[in-house]
């Protein structure tokens, strides 16, 4: 066999396996027929749970939709994203948390603060007009029992359909997750920090 | 013990427990001084790669970086990411494959589009104007050995030292994992895909 023989077989065999991956993802397509709004929940120790959130912000604004943020946990005020959709007429963002747990040592004022951050993700999970709800670090409230997981889930699954929802954070509710469409586990294989890396703009915050 | 007091304790503990938590935070947020350009990897069967990369663009922008984007692989032409980042007059986006591979079945020209990508990427990875870089598929790309990885993290390491890079998809080859300072594993827990929900705009494009 000649090079180009082997050559032409390998574009052969290539052009075999990439045809049954095309028959096997047609048949989920085809059967993947319900349209609805999904609520998503990132989850787990590594980087990107805040961020698909973020970068579900831009898809969803690239559709036209309206969308609402409420951040949980406010861990500093000069973030890239808070300053970047804050520009977009329609984007609604909504800070409600004054720093992380372990800045405020206080443990009534933190489970006020989740309350009223609840009450305003309520308000955009009742408004149809809101196409995208993000309640980023909404996890890390409830891990602390700042709020309680059966009220939460119940206020979502209580929303308009065709709503998207994402939630993120840490140590997600098994009862979240239950009630969740799509869950994804960012898991950390490594990061920059340990190897001595500062948190950098445009990619930490 | 009275309920106020059980209330107390268990304040006390939660303050002692956070104050804890902020001395190995603060130590370790001390410790971590380099300042330069990181290379993320996002990769995994779940969701969230290229949205957590497209998250990070708008907190990029939000800093007033500038971006370039190189998208490896095309699934459609739709999606609510490309309309919303190509109004942003900070970001160039650049769309080079043409189809998800099992729908060309033609390896050579496979093989044709990725080179041409990846000189598009190279020209990106030598702009020290350029603060972030987001090559989305790569990964896909290198799976099937349609580009070289060793020439691959070659340039990626020649760019400009402050910055940033995120690449996407499944299967991040080890080459590519060595070389990064920060790794996810975006792992599959559920997908509402299998429940039969259509792809939706503003979440799967």
Known sequence: MNVNNASNDKDARHAERMQRKK??????????QIERG??????????GKSSAAFGLVARAL???MKVGVVQFIKGRSDTGEEAFFRRQ???AWHVMGDGFTW???DRSRDVATAEAAWAQARA???DPAIGLVVLDELNIALKYRYLEVTQVVADLLARPSHQHVVVTGRAAAPELIE?????TEMALVKHAFANG?????????
Not at 23 to 32: L, S
Request: glycine share 10%; aromatic share 2%; proline share 4%.
């Open 23 to 32: 028959a096997v993802v047609d048949e989920k397509i085809a059967a993947a």
């Open 38 to 47: 999904v609520l998503l929940v990132n989850t787990g120790n590594g980087k």
């Open 62 to 64: 690239g559709h036209g």
């Open 89 to 91: 007429p329609d984007v």
């Open 103 to 105: 800045d405020t040592q």
């Open 124 to 126: 955009l999970l009742q």
């Open 179 to 183: 009630a969740a469409d799509t869950v």
């Open 197 to 205: 890396v500062k948190a950098m703009p445009g990619v930490e915050f």
